[in-house]
């Protein structure tokens, strides 16, 4: 069987299962549809989703548009798809920052909730190195890890070329990068109302002496970068410390609770304490954290991946939390609620049980909720998938 045939039975099969495997608690009207599969639109995957729903209602899918494959590294693209039916039908396909040959991704999403610009945050490397070979110092600067940022004043439809806002979101000693990713968060409410903020992780280098190399797990960190005149200028507020390997704080999301604290929600990556994730609150919009992150006891079912944390508004006061369900294994994308902000999430229903990987949250404007994951029959990567829930 040819690769070409073979992407055409795998998409055929995702497809049918589209039809066939409809959620529980779906939405009135459509229920899923599916703005990205690997294979068409010329890129050979199709990974790292994040949603925002713009103030005019448009709901905007980014994700990075791999040209060689599923791995982290090569010629990435971030691409976006538009919907204005609340994510049953989506425009053509647009390459918001192209690679060129280079890796670019990690797409963070905001809307600035004083303008409705739609604000992006990404990152970038040379596409001849290796998340692996920068957090060993291997690459040279120029070829490093670097962080964007790009405007659209007219509804996802156009963006700003990428600016280069590295010295304001790191710190020169720094190896590795990532934004989220999944959206980034705007604060409505409080003393910070109108700032942007975007959960991050990066690497260190070992301590003079060590015998690390800095690809150790111990060696990741977490920290927030953070804009008060909406994306113009950046500051970098909380960082981790420590690096005792017991907890190593990676991808991460975050939202803004009622309160108006934020919450941090991260994926643990390899660290000693019980359990893949990790939170933590803060009270003065990301410059500081209440506390260390400490791992989150009652999200033990979930694998080593990416999730998304969404404070819902209105009646429903709930924080949701979004990732695979499976402890050894990315499938079955569930969702889990917590009526205590974060201190305890308890499981509210399964979006599907096939494979799934990353996700991202969004509300709909209309009580209902949307979920942009990674799914398929055959693997987590065969698609992206937009879900349209009713929550119970």
Known sequence: ??????????????????????????????VSSAPYVSGQGGYATYRIPATVRTRHGTVLAFAEGRHDGAGD???IDV???????????????????????????????????????????????????????????????ASGRRVFVQRSRDDGRHFTPPRDITAEAGRPDWRWYATGPGHAVALTRGPHAGRLVVPA?????????????GREPRHYGGNALYSDDGGRTWRLGFVTGGH?????????????????????????????????RLDTYSGDGGATLDRPYAPQPTLDDVPMVEGSVLQLDGPDRRLLFSAPSVPAARRAMA????????????????VSDRPAAYSD???????????????GTTGPYDAIEFRRLRLP
């Open 79 to 141: 691409v976006l798809r538009r919907s204005t039916d609340g994510g049953c039908t989506w425009g053509r396909l647009r390459v918001v920052a192209a690679g060129d040959g280079d890796t670019r991704g990690n797409p963070a999403p905001v809307v600035d909730p004083r303008t409705g610009a739609v604000v992006l945050v990404t990152c970038a490397n040379s596409g001849k190195v290796t998340e692996a070979q920068i957090m060993r110092g291997e690459a040279a600067p």
């Open 335 to 350: 969702l889990w609620s917590s009526a205590d902000a974060g201190r305890t999430f308890t499981r509210l229903l399964t």
């Open 361 to 375: 949250l969004v509300p709909l404007g209309d009580g209902t909720l949307g979920i942009l994951y990674e799914t």
């Open 201 to 213: 992780n990066h690497s260190t280098a070992p301590p003079a002496g060590s015998g690390d190399t």
């Open 244 to 276: 005792d390997g017991v907890t190593n704080p990676n991808e991460t999301t975050a939202t803004q609770l009622t309160d108006g604290r934020l919450y941090f929600s991260s994926r643990d990556q390899n660290g000693s304490a019980p359990g893949n």
């Open 73 to 75: 590294t090569g010629d």
């Open 1 to 30: 069987m040819t690769p070409l045939n073979r992407t055409l039975l795998t998409t055929l099969a995702f497809l049918t299962s589209l039809t066939v495997h409809p959620p529980a608690h779906a939405a009135a009207g459509c």
